[in-house]
């Protein structure tokens, strides 16, 4: 059975950082793309960054320089480092197994960037 569980979001003022965690069970890790998303208030779910089989990573333009993910394939976890905090990058966060066939999603994690 596939899971995947989000933790690591709170309140931060803004300038501030957090670590976002997923651990992931149920998918062959190594192999999958893994992302991160987010849902700001009154917004869709957009693509903050991914990382690859091979470790290749990619950010939406909002976030790069700011936000690092990586993966830890002994640990099945991806995370997301967020430094450099922003009040627009409010919103709950997802992360996101990419599998041949179809995605699976985690709960999500609140973060909340205010001074």
């Known amino acids: 059975q596939v899971q995947l569980v989000e933790s690591g979001g709170g309140l931060v003022r803004p300038g501030g950082s957090l670590r976002l965690s997923c651990a992931v069970s149920?998918?062959?890790?190594?192999?999958?793309?893994m992302g991160w998303y987010r849902r700001a208030p009154g917004k869709q779910r957009e693509l903050v960054a991914y990382?690859?089989?091979?470790?290749?990573?990619t950010y939406v333009d909002p976030v790069k320089g700011r936000f690092t993910i990586s993966r830890d394939s002994a640990k099945n976890t991806v995370y997301l480092q967020m430094n450099s905090l922003k009040p627009e990058d409010t919103a709950v966060y997802y992360c996101?197994?990419?599998?041949?066939?179809?995605?699976?999603w985690g709960q999500g994690t609140q973060v909340t960037v205010s001074s």
């Open positions: 996101c197994a990419e599998t041949p066939r179809t995605q699976y």
């Open positions: 149920g998918v062959i890790f190594s192999r999958d793309v």
């Open positions: 990382i690859d089989s091979g470790g290749g990573t």
